[in-house]
């Protein structure tokens, strides 16, 4: 019975090991390496690269599926010459995504159309990409989630699994207002995330107004002094994106305060 060859069981092997992308990359990785004399340790280098790399490409594609975006946003897409108070700087630190790490928050306030959202999306499409996991709401879709789980009688159960994401988003906190016990839900999704893991909030109304948005001042007092406690605030101003692409020149009737960071 013959030898076999070096190499002619690698096929197998990688196949096996569920390497795909090595396996594409054998052939063309092995002569590059003979010509040029590699070492062993650049040629296994290279080829785990290529399977690392396309590993990490699929699990951001499938993190970016589940958090289940309205639209991706990026900040390239971001329009920053007609939003300079977005502190261009500022979100260009956020886009490192240490807070996420610390377990921080972030806020933006400021009329609709001013791009909030979309600044939110574009930082967690680069947490998405990073490795963490995200997931996206407007504030009555959390409510209504949170609800249907408490009339299972599952709210601690839902709260646990929430407590898996790196960072959840709330969006639109303050265009309805929410009553009572929705309110109080809201409460204990911030609460039970108070640095354990990181929130972004979008909001058209000042911290002011929460108490008139959530019908109750001291649950409101409760929630704001949770997520401001590590929080980056960003206030956006100015017309509506989608006005002045429609040709309206029509400025907001109320504009949400100015807010610095806190941290």
């Known amino acids: 019975m013959s030898k076999a060859k070096a190499g002619e069981r690698l096929p197998y092997l990688l196949a096996k090991l569920k390497t795909p992308r090595v396996l ?3 052939e063309q990785t092995a002569e590059r390496a003979r010509a040029e004399s590699w070492p062993y340790e650049q040629f296994l280098e290279t080829l785990l690269e290529a399977e690392v790399f396309a ?3 699929s699990g951001a594609r ?4 589940h958090a289940s975006f309205p639209a991706l946003k990026t900040l390239e897409d971001f329009d920053w010459s007609a939003q300079p108070s977005a502190e261009r700087p500022l979100v260009s630190h956020l886009a490192q995504l240490s807070w996420i790490e610390e377990r921080a928050n972030v806020c933006f306030f400021g009329p609709p159309g001013t791009g909030k959202s979309h600044l939110a ?5 680069k947490a998405c990409e990073r490795g963490f996991r995200v997931a996206f709401a407007t504030a009555q879709e959390w409510v209504s989630r949170l609800e249907q789980a408490q009339d299972r009688n599952q709210l601690e159960t839902e709260l646990r ?8 988003v709330v969006d639109e906190v303050g265009y309805l207002p929410l009553e009572r016990s929705a309110a109080n839900l ?7 995330r108070y640095e354990r893991g990181s929130i972004i909030v979008t909001s058209n109304r000042g911290f002011e ?5 959530l019908g109750d001042a001291m649950v409101a007092a409760a929630l704001i002094d949770r997520l401001v406690h590590h929080a980056t605030m960003i206030t956006l101003k100015g017309k509506s994106y989608r006005l002045r692409e429609r040709g309206l020149d029509v400025t907001p009737a109320a504009q ?3 807010l610095r960071d806190s941290a």
């Open 121 to 125: 999306i574009a930082l967690s499409l």
């Open 24 to 26: 594409e990359r054998l």
């Open 186 to 192: 809201l409460f204990a999704l911030v609460s039970r």
């Open 55 to 57: 590993r990490d490409a």
């Open 209 to 213: 107004q929460w108490g008139e948005i």
């Open 161 to 168: 699994r929430l407590e898996r994401y790196h960072l959840l």
């Open 62 to 65: 499938m993190r970016i599926r």
């Open 256 to 258: 949400a305060p100015s």
